[in-house]
């Protein structure tokens, strides 16, 4: 299954790939993005460079653009199934010094922490490619494979005025709830690379815009709740993409959903 995220409400798309094959053997090929997966079942041969790479369960495999490749399951009787996405270079460098192409000398790497965020992401941003979130969530996990993996150097994470930005941007999610700007818009018109806006963010607040964001939705939400509004049309007014979207996060932050938080209100005013 394909799924296009994009990255900011007007940014460049990023598409993910969720597969399992039991017998498919992909044909050699290149892509012009990097290809990252994250193997969460069975075991693949990938031909690459020369040699034979095995991942497994938990595995990142991280092929570069142009690069030639293909992948077939490891046993005859055994599929493999994997998560995959699909970045341009430039997500993977703004968070490191020079702005070349990282080059990653091990391609199959073994990183349980980070293979479960990228896997979650994945997860969740295939279910509802919110804009915000995946601005917020990808171009961080994929810096931090740059950094952690590649030969490219890291850049400071020291942010001036760390503080200022994020209630800045704060301010700013609050105030367009419905259409949100894109981290990138809001980086620029700060003199701020992206990576930096997510830093000074992270450092302040303790989570990234987009989480930020979904609870200020969630708390407008009760309010409207309280007032006798169905779930479903609440969703729309604090700018969840759907009822389904609103229940993942009311249930996050408050515990139940909106509809039984809505009944329990109810049968107290009676």
């Known amino acids: 299954m394909w799924t296009r995220a994009r990255l900011g409400r007007c940014g460049p798309p990023l598409d993910l790939l969720t597969a399992r094959f039991d017998r498919h053997v992909y044909a050699s090929h290149t892509h012009e993005q990097f290809s990252i997966g994250i193997c969460v ?26 690069e030639m490749h293909t992948g077939r399951p490891a046993a005859s009787d055994g599929g493999y199934a994997y998560r995959a996405l699909y970045p341009d270079p430039f997500l993977l460098t703004e968070g490191t010094l020079g ?31 919110d804009p915000l979130e995946a601005e ?87 309010g409207l709740l309280d007032s006798g509004l169905k779930p479903a049309e609440v969703a729309g007014l604090v700018g969840f993409a759907d009822q389904a979207h609103l229940t993942r996060w009311f249930r996050r932050v408050l515990g139940v959903t909106p509809a039984a938080y809505r009944n329990s209100v109810q049968d107290a005013g009676r």
């Open 136 to 222: 917020s969530r990808l171009p961080w996990l994929l810096t931090a494979l740059a950094r952690r993996h590649s030969t490219a150097r890291a850049t400071s994470d020291t942010v001036s005025g760390a503080a200022h930005i994020a209630h800045a941007v704060r301010d700013r999610l609050a105030d367009d709830l419905l259409e949100p700007p894109s981290l990138a818009e809001l980086a620029t018109v700060l003199g701020l690379s992206r990576y930096q806006l997510l830093r000074a963010f992270r450092t302040t607040m303790g989570i990234p815009p987009y989480a930020w964001l979904a609870q200020h939705r969630v708390h407008r939400a009760r």
């Open 41 to 66: 079942g069975g075991s693949e041969v990938i031909d690459y460079r020369g040699d034979h790479l095995r991942p497994g369960p938990g595995s990142i495999v991280v092929l570069a653009p142009g």
């Open 99 to 129: 702005g070349g192409l990282p080059y990653f000398r091990e391609p199959l790497l073994d990183d349980p922490e980070l293979a479960t965020a990228l896997s979650r992401a994945h997860t969740e941003l295939s279910a509802c490619p």
